[in-house]
């Protein structure tokens, strides 16, 4: 079955970086556009960004543009999210999810605090 795994995810000071992770299985990971989504306390999820399958095509929400940067390894099956001057509002839970069915991983926690 479809399974995602984040990892990465901590404690991090204003300013700071984290690299997260999303290791798939059960499917053919090269055939998919994948996605990174957050959820604030309170808030609801939001797109953060995504990546086609071959990783040529990428997309950013405005908060993050010129910080966060997706990629992936297809030989690996992983997705990565390298996240750079990170700001206290990015804290949230980040999920990995894959773009064509409702596959979502169980979430890695983010707080940027000082």
């Known amino acids: 079955q479809v399974q995602l795994v984040e990892s990465g995810g901590g404690l991090v000071q204003p300013g700071g970086s984290l690299n997260l992770s999303c290791a798939a299985s059960?499917?053919?990971?090269?055939?998919?556009?994948m996605s990174w989504y957050r959820q604030a306390p309170g808030k609801e999820r939001e797109l953060v960004a995504r990546?086609?399958?071959?990783?040529?095509?990428?997309y950013y929400a405005d908060s993050v543009k010129g910080r966060f940067i997706i990629s992936r390894d297809n030989a690996k099956n992983t997705m990565y999210l390298q996240m750079n001057s990170l700001k206290p509002e990015d804290t949230a839970v980040y999920f990995c999810?894959?773009?064509?069915?409702?596959?979502w991983g169980q979430g890695t926690q983010v707080t940027v605090s000082a």
């Open positions: 059960g499917f053919i990971f090269s055939l998919y556009t």
């Open positions: 990546i086609n399958n071959i990783g040529i095509s990428t």
């Open positions: 999810k894959r773009v064509n069915g409702d596959y």
